[in-house]
């Protein structure tokens, strides 16, 4: 693989940041743009922190390609002219045995606080007036190519800085949701398990993929989805 230096990384992070910010990105000639400085960063292989680029309040989601997401579907951003809200919030949880994907998953010592998250999918169809909340548990996988195992707190991760490299895959427990009608909300009985792979990640800005398909199609999304969340 092509070595990308310090330097251009932190360019195309900038630069790609400055676009999705701007009116620019809906222009045709922006889109190209756009999906280069991410194939730049996704193949980059950055170290980040887990409890500092992925722990924390909700990132939208200002691009996507690849299949249509779940989101996109029944979005009346076009009808309502409403600047519809996207994106996922993930917060920190420490984990025990229990919370392993397989006995594979070692956390007998300590528990670690960067390997679990609890996850909130959120979406508006019409502002707040008509949104969906999907709620779940997320755990960091084996290694950065395999979705088959849970990690060991004794393998990638350093007890020290907990910094990973990406990519990083995490399995996803979706395991209720819920749709807000007028302020009114209701439960919905959504389950399912999914896997997401974390191309890039800094402290503002994260590149994230659906590798594989989730188990319900009604809800969740196809292989191949990525999404730039800031």
């Given at each position: ?7 251009q ?8 940041k400055e676009?999705l910010?701007?009116k ?7 889109k190209?743009r756009?999906?280069e400085l991410?194939e730049v ?12 680029c ?11 390609s ?7 579907k029944?979005?009346l951003q ?9 994106g ?6 420490a984990t025990?045995?229990?919370d392993a994907?397989t006995?594979?998953?070692a ?5 670690s606080?960067?390997s679990?998250?609890d ?27 395999s979705t088959k ?14 910094m990973?490299?990406?990519?990083v895959?995490?399995?996803?427990e979706i395991?209720g949701a819920?749709?807000?009608?007028m302020?009114?909300?209701f439960s919905?009985?959504v389950?399912?398990?999914g896997?997401?792979?974390?191309l890039?990640a800094?402290e503002?800005m994260?590149?994230l993929?659906?590798p ?9 999304e196809?292989?191949?989805?990525t999404v730039v969340q800031?």
């Open positions: 693989d092509t070595t990308i230096d310090t330097a990384v932190a360019e195309a992070a900038e630069e790609l676009i910010l701007s620019q990105k809906h222009q045709k000639n922006c190209q756009i999906e991410v960063l996704s193949k980059s292989k950055v170290s980040f922190d887990p409890m500092k992925i722990n924390g309040p909700l990132f939208a989601v200002l691009y996507q690849g299949p249509v997401p779940f989101w996109e029944y979005d076009q009808f309502t002219k409403v600047n519809n809200i996207k996922q919030r993930y917060t920190s949880v025990t045995p229990a994907v006995k594979a998953t956390t007998s010592k300590s528990p606080s960067s679990s998250f996850i909130v999918n959120y979406a508006e169809f019409w502002g707040n007036n008509l949104s969906i909340q999907g709620f779940g548990k997320c755990l960091l996988m084996e290694d950065g190519t195992a849970a990690i060991s707190d004794n393998d990638s991760i350093s007890s020290a800085s907990h990973l490299t990406c990519p895959n995490y399995k996803v395991i819920s749709i807000s009608i302020n009114k909300k919905l009985n389950e399912g398990i896997y997401t792979r974390v890039y800094d503002e994260r590149i993929l659906a594989e398909d989730t188990t319900d199609e009604r809800w969740m196809k292989s191949g989805l800031l």
